[in-house]
Nanobody
Framework: VQFVESGGGLVQPGGSLRLSCTTS????????MRWFRQAPGKERGLVAS???????YYVGAVRGRFTISRDNAKNTVYLQMNTLKPEDTAVYYC?????WGQGTQVTVSS
C-alpha cells in the first residue's frame, strides 16, 4: 500500500495550493479519505474528510477556504486550499484506515 502526497510548497498569504494524494494497493473507492496536518510543536489534527459517497467534513478553521475532493478513477484525493494564512503552515498528510502518506510541507509566508 502506498499513499503519495504532492503539491506542497511556499505560498504567500492569500494564495492557493492544491494537494494531491495518489494511492496504490488500496481499495480507494471503498474507503473514506482524510487530510491531516501537523504544525511544528503541535499535534497532528484532522483538516477534512470525504466519504465513499462524497460527503465532506471540514474543521472550522478551514471551512469555506479548503475543498476536499476525490477521483476514484485515479485513486486520488485532493485538497484545494484557497485564501491561505500563515497559520495553515504545516506538514499535510493524507490517510485512510491505518495507512498514511509521508506528508507534504505547506509554508504560508510573505
Amino acid at each position: 500500500v502506498q499513499f503519495v502526497e504532492s503539491g506542497g510548497g511556499l505560498v504567500q498569504p492569500g494564495g492557493s495550493l492544491r494537494l494531491s494524494c495518489t494511492t496504490s494497493g488500496f481499495s480507494f473507492s471503498r474507503s473514506s479519505m482524510r487530510w491531516f496536518r501537523q504544525a511544528p510543536g503541535k499535534e497532528r489534527g484532522l483538516v477534512a474528510s470525504i466519504s465513499t459517497f462524497g460527503v465532506t467534513y471540514y474543521v472550522g478553521a478551514v471551512r469555506g477556504r479548503f475543498t476536499i475532493s476525490r477521483d476514484n478513477a485515479k485513486n486520488t484525493v485532493y485538497l484545494q486550499m484557497n485564501t491561505l494564512k500563515p497559520e495553515d503552515t504545516a506538514v499535510y498528510y493524507c490517510s485512510s484506515d491505518q495507512y498514511w502518506g509521508q506528508g507534504t510541507q505547506v509554508t504560508v509566508s510573505s
